[in-house]
């Protein structure tokens, strides 16, 4: 296995996973999760890191049966789908990848818009009111200078910076929820099944780090420390989340909204935490970009140094989730349906069928034109077979994700024609 000595220690790879984690477990997730039970959370949490770990031990696997495979390093994720069951399913999988990572930075470009709408009105006394549809279109030409850089090992100062924010809006919130009226409090009634279905979008889509977590381990010095990073990761983001999630229910109660910072009283500290949380939204947003513009780039054959192309290309792409998000009308709904249709079978589904079909990859048919042959991998080691439990385990995983998927996206695709009609959007006012 190639190891490559200016990558990613352990600890910087913890910083980059928390970094795409970013503020949002924070400000976003405590009012669902307290609608329908941490129960819900933490099955969902377990599920996440072990399937993420799964992915991993998928790819030191590849590389042990087909040590080129690690000239594919700029699309991971796909390269592995095409060893295990062919290009149709890289195909698939690389929409998926592409369209996952492409809607899930225009979440975060909307929340900073409003974020900075906010900021104007307060800070000049309601004299600069600009509308976040304005502000959208500025934070996305100024993002793009620092989306021109290369892959998460370029990006170590922006990782570092953001984990910093994301630490800083969690003791800043958790402040601010104290100095918040208690009277501001309704009970939790019992969880419906919106709530439930939202929630769960939300969670996979914020907790879901599948499509970038190869990208990370790609630039890592050592490989094989994948599981310790994504769980040091996610014991960090869930400590944050959960003590948030339980001040919030202290507080609060079913009040919580989707954007946990509307609801706390206005002072000096709300106004630190909104510009914090803005700043590191889209510090995020640069390196969870990464794994989708790696990938266009090679289907372009842009080389991998800084070059003008890379700077066009990646400036256009932000362009468009900028005009995208002119026309959504609200984010936690677009997060919720990505959530639900996109990572849920990127988390659930692809990363069991990986591992239980890469440890009996011994030989892969290759059709030619006469006949089927047959490509024997000589460094592939004997690997025993999956055990019954854990088969067990990966089935149920399989099938439970599969339901959750296809029930949740049937909400979100509900809800967001029904909150359509009744938020308009950006474009939409253009019209009104």
């Given at each position: 296995m190639?190891?490559?000595?200016?990558?990613?220690?352990?600890?910087?790879?913890?910083?980059?996973?928390?970094?795409?984690?970013?503020i949002f477990p924070i400000v976003v997730l405590p009012g669902p999760i307290i609608k329908c039970g941490i129960p819900l959370a933490i099955s969902v949490f377990a599920i996440q890191v072990y399937t993420a770990i799964l992915l991993g031990k998928c790819w030191i696997i590849a590389e042990e049966i087909e040590p080129n495979?690690?000239?594919?390093?700029?699309?991971?994720?796909?390269a592995l789908a095409e060893l295990i069951f062919g290009n149709k399913v890289k195909g698939i999988v690389t929409v998926m990848l592409d369209v996952a990572v492409f809607g899930a930075c225009i979440p975060n470009l909307l929340i900073a818009s409003y974020n900075l709408h906010i900021l104007g009105i307060k800070f000049s006394s309601e004299r600069f009111d600009v509308s976040p549809c304005i502000w959208l279109i500025?934070?996305?030409?100024?993002?793009?200078?620092?989306?021109?850089?290369?892959s998460p090992k370029d990006m170590k100062w922006i990782a570092s910076s953001s984990v910093f924010f994301v630490g800083s809006v969690s003791v800043l919130t958790w402040i601010a929820m104290y100095g918040t009226q208690r009277e501001m409090y309704a009970p939790i009634p019992e969880p419906s099944w919106n709530s439930v279905a939202l929630a769960y979008g939300l969670l996979a889509f914020q907790f879901d780090v599948h499509p970038l977590v190869l990208t990370i381990q790609m630039d890592m010095v050592n490989k094989r420390k994948l599981p310790v990073a994504i769980i040091c990761a996610f014991l960090i983001t869930c400590s944050l989340f959960i003590i948030t999630t339980v001040i919030g229910y202290v507080r609060f109660g079913s009040l919580l909204s989707s954007n946990l910072l509307d609801?706390?009283?206005?002072?000096?500290?709300?106004?630190?935490?909104i510009t914090l949380v803005t700043v590191q939204i889209c510090l995020s947003t640069v390196v969870s970009t990464t794994a989708l513009f790696q990938h266009i780039e090679h289907f372009l054959k842009i080389p991998k140094e800084f070059n003008r192309k890379r700077c066009v290309l990646r400036s256009c792409i932000v362009m468009l989730a900028v005009t995208i998000g002119e026309a959504v009308p609200r984010f936690d709904i677009l997060m919720g349906l990505v959530g639900a249709?996109?990572?849920?079978?990127l988390m659930f589904l692809l990363p069991p069928l990986f591992y239980v079909k890469i440890r009996s990859l011994r030989r892969l048919k290759i059709k030619k034109s006469e006949g089927v042959c047959y490509r024997t991998f000589p460094n592939a080691k004997p690997t025993p077979t999956v055990g019954f439990k854990r088969l067990a385990l990966l089935i149920f995983i399989i099938l439970a994700g599969t339901l959750a998927t296809i029930l949740s996206t049937v909400s979100g695709i509900r809800d967001t024609i029904i909150y359509a009609k009744f938020t308009p959007s950006c474009?939409?006012?253009?019209?009104e």
């Open positions: 190639i190891v490559d000595s200016s990558g990613l220690t352990v600890p910087f790879a913890i910083l980059c996973i928390v970094d795409l984690f970013g495979i690690v000239k594919k390093n700029r699309y991971p994720y796909a500025v934070i996305g030409i100024v993002l793009c200078p620092p989306l021109w850089l290369g609801q706390l009283s206005s002072n000096y500290i709300l106004d630190l935490d249709l996109l990572t849920g079978p474009i939409m006012k253009l019209f």
